[in-house]
């Protein structure tokens, strides 16, 4: 932060919106044949929902991750270029860390490879938040409730959002390929270029934009390459994919996505400030970014992440073409679970009903609701302790929905036509993002701690 | 005449921006018709929580970015992305009841 920014400029390439997708392989050559400084990667979110972080189950693809890593990595080791990859396996706990370490090991021995991978684990001792928590130095982010040490007690596990700190450790310790947990997706990109001198304002703001892939191109795609050239307070953001280009406004439109904010956006370190940003197109199918500013916080912070489970579920799924039922679905639905819990009386169960072709998407928000289709699908869910004590009633509710005697039916039986059998599915656990909170940190060193680091050399003869 | 907004925009969509939240994205023609949405003040929090039947409580803010020629909101979930209950863990296809959303002519 100290001093002016001398640095040369750098060239970084995102393979997409997350690897595991399928990258374009000509585009990767292209940006790597165009000259690069490094090869950062995303792979993964929360915007799968909580079911990964909390299973610790993968999200992608295996064939797939393992084709996307496998391009990858064999650029980045043919080239000379350091190779960071964040969010591995989607959720970035453990398990995940461990799926792709095993992918990579794969390849590596299939393609006769030796290089130093680390590993950066982003998964948290509860101990550690509970303790921020007690000292007051926890904050829900928008729309999430206050967290208590209760809820952090239930999650079956946590994450951290690590920045570009553990990047440039595991870098400085001559890390080819880095295989992180749960990152801020600007940081993976952001790591490299911070560490050879850039300041974090374009760094991040960099990384911002090519976390999503051409998502900023035109035609706009997460499945393509995106690379951008940081130099001084500066980037161009460059389509390596001749049938795309950049412009001020596919990038502009683009910055605002999936964020609260449209020029406001926190990081571990500061918050990143657009409201200065200018955009200028080169000409030359890409466009320059400059102007970005960075508020450096008072005392860091770390995002941490948690998935609760809370319970298990078995569905029933079923379409209506009956009129008179559709035009009594309310009382038909109350009915069958009123006598289904009655029948059940088992404690902890939940039932839900999504009725398509009626609210199916939006639920109360819908302003349609009124005029259902002259067909529904029903998908009746329950929610209970176990996955058998679910399954046990949601047994109950299929024989309750195929007979309930619901006012005005011109049948006697027969209600729903079911597509399966089994009548009852069972899904399996249940999760909830039950921690989604920012902690202030004790001391700026646990950007780094709280991520620890392991080395291994791959492909090394024993 | 009044207009429709789905006539004035390029695209729009309802998208998560984290699991509590789903963010709406506006994204108009051009420049000129932005600005004339903008100034007609066509989002506010009366109005959206209006259309989609939600205390205004739950419209958390509604933000405009002139270089992407977008207006969005957000809006707080009920329930959490993928938790019991919930009907989009994306919180995608929210944004149907924009399409008929009037925006007052210009007096000229």
Known sequence: MTAPSRARAIRVVSPGGSIGYGVNADSLQRAVASGLDVIGA????????????????PYHSRATMKRDMSLIIEAGLANGLPVLIGNAGGAGADPHLAWAHEIIKEIAREKGMSFTLALVHSQQEKRYLKERLAAGKVRPMPGVPELTAERVDACERIVGQMGVEPFIEAMDHGAQVVLAGRACDSAIFAAYPVRAGIEAGPALHMGKILECGAMSAVPPTGRDCLMAIVDGDQFEVVAPNPARKVTPFSVAAHMVYEVEHPYLQGEPTGVLDFSDVVFEETGNRSTLVRGTQFHVHQRPTIRFEGAERVGF???????????????????????????????????GVSLNWI???????????????????????????????????????AALLEARMIGFPYSGAKTRTAHVAFPFSPLVNDTGAVYRFSVLHVAELAKPSELTSLFPIEYFKVGAEP | MNRKLIDLVEFLFSKNAGPYLITFDVVFKDEATFEMVRRAKVFTKARIAKLFHVPESRILSIHDYPA???I?????????????????????????????????????
């Not at chain 1, 792979?43 to 990964?52: C, L």
Request: hydrophobic residues 35%; proline residues 6%; negative net charge.
């Open chain 2, 72 to 108: 969005k909101f957000n809006l707080v979930r009920d329930i959490s992305s993928g938790d019991f209950g919930d009907r989009s863990v994306f919180g995608s296809q929210m944004w149907a009841p924009l399409i008929s959303l009037e925006v007052p002519a210009e007096r000229s």
């Open chain 2, 68 to 70: 992407g020629r977008v």
């Open chain 1, 355 to 393: 009725v398509y072709g009626r609210d199916g998407v939006m639920g109360e928000m819908e302003p349609e609701r009124d005029h259902p289709g002259h067909e529904v699908g029903i998908l009746a869910q329950i929610l209970g302790p176990s996955q058998e004590v679910a399954h046990d009633v």
């Open chain 1, 42 to 57: 995303d792979s993964g979110s929360t915007d799968m929902g909580p079911y990964y972080l909390g299973s610790g189950r």
């Open chain 1, 313 to 347: 579920r078995s569905i029933v799924l079923g379409g209506i073409r009956d009129p008179f039922l559709i035009a009594k679905l309310d009382e038909y639905m109350a009915g069958c679970t009123e006598q289904t819990l009655a029948l059940a009386d088992q404690p």
